[in-house]
């Protein structure tokens, strides 16, 4: 037996916004909502499916920048840079870590700042 990514909980000042930026970004939708925080997945599914819910919980500090955990993306139906042009659009905002150029990934900030990658390869959508 072995385990799965059911869920990703993100502390955040504004719940509202990252789960907005998110499901943009994911083309996620809301499924829940209470007085802690918002939880967003992907359309058709529940809690569980195949692709993990991302749950965004109000928080008095959440933590900036680079986090021990962070995010990749990989477009599915368009290139890299489409994508990119398409974030940014969203609101991603491109973050400086220390990269030569050369790399094969672009290292951006959603709204509040947390760290997330959009990869090169291209996947196939669920």
């Not at 599915?76 to 990119?84: C, F, G, V, Y």
């Amino acid at each position: 037996m072995a385990s799965r990514i059911s869920e990703l909980v993100i502390d955040s000042e504004d719940p509202d916004l990252l789960a907005a930026f998110w499901c943009d970004v994911l083309g996620y939708v809301e499924r829940e909502r209470d007085a802690d925080g918002i939880a967003v997945g992907p359309p058709g599914e529940g809690f569980g499916g195949a692709q993990p819910t991302l749950v965004f919980n109000a928080g008095r500090d959440p933590k900036r920048g680079k986090l021990p955990l962070h995010i990749d993306l990989s477009p599915t139906d368009r290139d890299q840079e489409a994508e990119l042009a398409r974030l940014l659009t969203l609101g991603a905002v491109p973050v400086d870590i220390g990269q030569t150029g050369e790399e094969s990934w672009h290292v951006l900030a959603d709204p509040e700042g947390n760290e997330f990658c959009l990869l090169r390869t291209r996947l196939k959508p669920l």
